[in-house]
């Protein structure tokens, strides 16, 4: 099978609710919320720690079974897991017994794809993320950054009209931060698939999103949809212009407001 | 062909000879002080030779025996490698099996941790007296002493999985098969060699120990009837022999998993 390039996805939230557990044990983990995403945008879910923002991405991907509501990817109700969308997770899923090239390789394999018909597309991405002369390495020899680019490499190498991001920068510094984040943003410009990003940075979302959904702390709720209106590309500068700044300022008081800033 | 500037093997030879002397000199300066202590030690609070031998008489005394000695080390060895690898081949589906079946789970695993717990040394008079003397108790009791640790961290292998490359193998619509094949079976081999390791150290313990019980042939036979003879030299070479059998089979198991998970962390640090 050759590659293919899919269309970007719409998704559509109805009152999805997460209970897990039951009883006595019982914790409410997000909703009941409502959200729709237009194919080609880029929506953030910003929200604290534990507020279940996680806990959506994965219904959405049809990992985590809801408990109420319905959840639409391209109008077709999710209902098991979604093969059409590229993931990145929280955690790496970089394989050691497997190079970077193998990695990404992963993907196409596990799908039953050719390989040698991705070759080029997966030259072009690796170099996309700066991974060039490192493609024969294993995870283990590069950092933690040059690993998240591999990952992300490995997550949209099928080329998903969707991609769903779980805070893929959450654990590096802030210098490579800011590399991935542009070459994410170039990505996104580029190929226009639907983004669903998680994270807890307020200026990482302003910064790459068209929207920003802000979610209570636990039980999270979809409580603000915040449109993003700056210029794109979005660099470091952007985050000096006032349109940047009152929006940080509008975000921070609503979690203010939560008691969580 | 090989180019100009490669090296010959022989001195690629010298060359990891060198190598391996720069860094284990010290345990080897060790292992000679050992050997020089007892033997002066031996000598000067002048312990008789059937009490403890000193280390220059048990190798000239056990070479005129060295016919016996290797064909017992194939008789144990034999016993050792086919009670191993029965475990090996039955231990590990078995595992794969449990990991993944509620039922077995709730019925076999309870019933495997139990019986981890009894000495499984203590049945071997009993096969012995089923079996007879030959190689069959034998291989039972390696068979037994191996199978446990080798199912039980199968189990936690198979079953380990992390959350985030289970959910990977989902997403990407992988049937089972090609799931374990690509991504559970590599990762669960790091946990599958603490079992190998742990039981091939064990394995020749339960050979031995079958052997002082009842048999006619083999090191622990050997031993058990050279010591009764007041023959404590040739007791240290059966000893010897026991020593690099171990070492050889345990070393065989360390080579495949270094050829295997090379990049296992573990592997690495030994590196």
Redesign the interface.
Known sequence: MSPTTATSASIEIRAVRKLFGSGAGEVHAFGPSDLRIAPGEFVSLLGPSGCGKSTLM?MI?G?LERTDGEIFVNRDIVDA???D?G?M?????L???RSVRGNVE??L????LDTAAYRDRIDDLLHSVHLDGFEDR?P?ELSGGMQQRAALCQAIVHEPGTLLLDEPLGKLDAMTRERIRADLQDLWMRRRPTVVFVTHSIEEAIQLSTRICVITPRPGRIDHVIDVDLPWPRGLEVRRSDAFVSCLARIQEIFHGYGVL | MAMASSESPAAAGVRWLMRWFSRSWLFLVFFAAFFISWELLVDWLEVPRYILPKPSTIVIKSSADLDRLVYYTWVTGTETVLGYAAAIVLAVPLGLAIAFSRFLRQTIYPFFVSIEMTPKIAFAPLFISWLGFGLLPKVIIVFLVCFFPIVLNAILAFGSL????T????????GAW??FV??RL??AMPQCFVGFKYAAINATVGATIAEFIGSDQGLGFYIQIVTGNMRPDLAFAGIFFLTVLGLAIFGLVTLTERLL?P???SV?RAA
């Open positions: 994965l991907a990992l897991p979604r093969t969308v993931i997770f929280q955690d790496s899923t394989v050691p017994w992963l993907q394999e596990l799908r039953g294993s283990y | 992390s959350e985030e490359l959910r990977f193998c989902r997403a990407t619509g992988a090609r799931s690509k991504v590599p990762a998970i990049w296992h962390i690495r």
